[in-house]
């Protein structure tokens, strides 16, 4: 113990081996028992070996030489990923912004209305959808160059349309978005209608849908921005084609668009289509007051008349008071005899065609002549064949029990359209047809009836009588010479496509028999029926409007709209009669990628085997 202290005094100064003592020089048991402690442990460092250090090595080195042993697959695995990624990304793209595509029909519709319950809500965010995504060129759009094969061309007003379809006023009132509805694939996009001053139309709600008719109920009233707003559209629309085709921002740049010095149809702006502007009156109008309603739709042309391929008059609307009244012989033919007259003043060297726009509801054989009396008379150039009906048709198939809720909207104020009107629309094209082809009144001719009682057939359904290749040569000669006098504002391009053979449409077997008319009296034309056959045939005609004769009067123009969901329906449309057919309700049921349906189907069936096609 003497040893020990002794030692401890030598070491008390280290800091490892100091203690501290008591001021008398006792030492306390528990502090010598932490002294013993470290003194231990201080000779057991000192008489222990010293182990040989061995160089660390860090951690960013060892992970360094990890990723470098790694590297190449890691650079595969992510090439991999990577090009994965971008081929997802091109197909997701080419695939939802193609109109074939299945997904617009059985995916956007259907969210489409559980995200907007109201029908016309849904409408609006569509638009309002549909216009961003063509700011960022994600639209829907038809792919494909199936139009270039000219298997559906058509003649209209001197113009050579890629096919027979368009689109009704009424899905862009405003004008908002014609370019992505042309890029949907009709060679027809109507805008409108349009009134000459704002007005907000009917109450709402005023849009039913009646999903198991795949039909609509709408009593909008003719809401509108007004004309100035869509002239405003149409300018600025013209004046970006301008822009970025190298014309500049000015007005002579505007001017030469205008013009066709584009080479582009003014309305459109591209080749191969035309853009239909419909004008309408103001609800506030008079409806006694004749000059007051001409004076509002005169208005309407002054605005929109030069940014238009065809004025569209609209007299047949069945939600605005008194419009249907209009369609009388007298009252009709001053107004359309006021907007030809104003669009023949339009500001623009090619002027627009004008067309008026009539009810289904007006079908009597005393109504029909006054409309066809009135265009004859003031100078229109066709007729829109058509509309939203007052009359609620059967449910289809026959003998189906509507829902009880379907059953209480069908009692809702409004028009109605919807697949269940195209044989009333067959029907009035054929008798507008005939009703046109007999020309002015003054020189119109009844036609002879033979001793066998047997009814003629109108010009549309006859044989053609027999001709010399001579006189079949002359025919398209004369078609051509008038092509070249009305196509002078287009390209070279577009002249030679107007000596191209166009569409064949199918002929009907059909009996014609005559269609008794409300006023007792029959019509001799081809009884409609939705189950008539179309025979296929690869010939070419003649353009579907025939070349005037030198002493007669140009036939008008036929478009229809009201039921047509199908190519083979539209077949059948164009064999009546008429140049165009339109849609409206379909695509609000089958989405964007309708009209490249309808295209496809017409071609089907075009293409079939001689002999009737079976229906569908």
């Known amino acids: 113990m003497v040893v020990l202290r002794k030692k401890l005094e030598k070491s008390h100064n280290s800091d490892s081996d100091s203690v501290l003592l008591r001021p008398d020089g006792a030492v306390g048991r528990g502090q010598w028992r932490t002294v013993e402690r470290q003194w231990q442990r201080h000779i057991s460092q000192r008489t222990q070996p010293r182990r040989p250090t061995t160089p660390r090595i860090s951690t960013s080195t060892r992970r360094h030489a990890s990723s470098a042993a790694a590297a190449p697959s890691n650079k595969l695995r992510n090439a991999v990923y990577g090009t994965g990624l971008v081929l997802l990304t091109a197909f997701g793209y080419l695939y939802i912004t193609d109109t074939r595509a299945s997904i617009h ?35 829907p759009r038809e792919r494909g160059k199936q139009d270039e094969a000219g298997d559906l061309k058509v003649e209209v007003f001197g113009h050579v349309l890629n096919n027979p379809l368009g689109t009704s006023a009424g899905i862009d009132k405003d004008a908002q978005i014609p370019s992505p509805l042309f890029a949907l694939g009709p060679a027809i996009v109507e805008v409108g209608g349009a009134t000459p001053h704002p007005q907000v139309g009917n109450p709402k709600p005023r849009v039913f849908r009646i999903p198991s008719q795949n039909a609509l109920i709408n009593r909008y009233g003719l809401n509108s921005e007004g004309a100035e707003y869509m002239a405003m559209q149409l300018r600025e629309r013209v004046r970006e084609y301008a822009y970025h085709n190298g014309l500049g921002l000015e007005p002579e740049s505007e001017r030469q668009v205008l013009d066709g010095e584009a080479g582009v149809p003014p309305g459109s702006l591209m080749p191969g289509r035309l853009l239909a502007v419909q004008v309408a009156k103001n609800k506030t109008t008079p409806d006694n007051d004749i000059k007051a309603i001409a004076d509002d739709y005169v208005f309407c042309v002054e605005h929109l008349a030069k940014y238009a391929d065809i004025l569209v008059v609209n007299v047949s609307s069945p939600n605005t008071p008194g419009l249907r009244d209009l369609q009388a012989t007298a009252p009709l033919t001053a107004i359309l005899t006021a907007v030809v007259q104003t669009a023949k003043n339009c500001p623009r060297r ?6 008026v726009k009539v009810s289904p509801d007006e079908d009597s054989d005393a109504q029909i002549q006054g409309i066809c009396s009135a265009v004859w008379a003031s100078g229109v150039d066709g007729v829109i064949v058509g509309n939203t009906t007052k009359k609620r048709p059967d449910p289809v198939p026959a003998g189906y029990v509507m829902p009880a809720q379907e059953e209480k909207l069908l009692t809702e104020t409004g028009g109605y359209s919807g697949p269940q009107m195209f044989n009333r629309t067959l029907s009035l094209v054929e008798k507008y047809q005939y009703g046109l082809d007999q020309g002015p009144p003054e020189k119109a001719s009844k036609p002879e009836r033979s001793t066998d009682n047997t009814k003629p057939q109108p010009k549309s359904q006859q044989a053609p009588p027999s ?18 006098q009305r196509l002078k504002h287009l390209t070279p391009e577009a002249d030679a496509e107007s000596q191209q053979p166009l569409i064949k449409l199918p002929e009907r077997h059909a009996d014609n028999s005559g269609i008794e008319s409300t006023s007792g009296t029959s019509v001799p034309v081809p009884e ?84 009737p096609a079976q229906s569908r």
């Open 350 to 355: 090619i002027k627009p065609a004008v067309m």
């Open 105 to 139: 029909q059985w995916f956007v519709v259907p969210t489409l209305r559980r995200l907007h319950t109201d029908p016309e809500e849904a409408h609006h965010a569509g638009i309002r959808y549909i216009k961003a995504l063509y700011d960022f060129n994600l639209h």
């Open 528 to 611: 409609p029926s939705s189950t008539k056959t179309v025979q296929s045939t690869s010939d070419s005609i003649a353009p579907k409007t025939p070349s005037p004769s030198a002493s007669g009067p140009e036939q008008k123009v036929i478009f229809a709209t009201g039921g047509i969901t199908n190519g083979e329906q539209c077949l059948q449309i164009l064999n009546a009669g008429a140049s165009v057919c339109q849609v409206y309700t379909a695509m609000m049921y089958g989405g964007v990628g309708t009209i490249t349906r309808m295209k496809q189907e017409m071609r089907d069936t075009i293409k079939m085997p001689s002999g």
């Open 467 to 484: 001709a010399s290749n001579d006189q079949s040569h002359d025919r398209h000669e004369a078609s051509t010479q008038r092509d070249a």
